[in-house]
């Protein structure tokens, strides 16, 4: 055991490494989407360039929870990713799928800050509060205004 190691539960641990590997995984899942938007048969730049700009964002959120983990004295614990899908069938699936990937993502950090507060780690709890919940909220709304945009214009294929 670290001896940095400080009113940091185990439970605490083993769900930072999973959220860990659920950052890296949303990076895969943004790269596929990038290549797929970068591809000559589909030729949306914006798109990949959100894509490619979310993924390195995923990267940075597991990056900085690997960082806390350490600090805490806690053990970094990476796991085999999925291959993620690479033939999105539209413009607006992707994002669609996309928008579903950030719920998912936020949805899993919103349970870390309760079991933060059920472990009485404030320390913790105001990490996931400064660096991720509100991002997680914006990124949301970006996605769920560009999903409305689509319904506007069409599928985007």
């Known amino acids: 055991m670290s001896i940095a190691k400080q009113n940091f539960a185990t439970s605490s641990e083993d769900s930072i490494n999973q959220q860990i590997n659920m950052e890296l995984?949303?990076?895969?899942?943004?790269?596929?989407?990038?290549?797929?938007?970068?591809?000559?048969?589909?030729?949306?730049?914006?798109?990949?360039?959100?894509?490619?700009?979310?993924?390195?964002?995923?990267?940075?959120?597991?990056?900085?929870?690997?960082?806390?983990?350490?600090?805490?004295?806690?053990?970094?614990?990476?796991?085999?990713?999925?291959?993620?899908?690479?033939?999105?069938?539209?413009?607006?699936?992707?994002?669609?799928?996309?928008l579903q990937l950030e719920k998912d993502v936020n949805s899993s950090l919103l349970t870390l800050h309760k079991m933060g507060d059920s472990n009485a780690d404030p320390n913790f709890c105001d990490f996931n509060e400064s660096r991720f919940l509100d991002e997680q909220v914006q990124g949301i709304k970006t996605l769920s205004d560009m999903v409305g945009q689509l319904n506007h214009v069409g599928e985007g294929t």
């Not at 085999?80 to 994002?95: C, G, M, R, T």
Request: no cysteine; hydrophobic share 40%.
């Open 25 to 98: 995984q949303a990076s895969q899942v943004y790269l596929s989407m990038a290549g797929w938007a970068q591809h000559t048969s589909v030729a949306l730049p914006g798109l990949e360039k959100y894509f490619r700009e979310s993924a390195h964002e995923e990267r940075e959120h597991a990056q900085h929870l690997i960082d806390y983990l350490n600090m805490r004295g806690g053990r970094v614990i990476l796991r085999a990713l999925q291959a993620p899908e690479s033939d999105w069938k539209s413009a607006k699936n992707a994002v669609e799928a996309a």
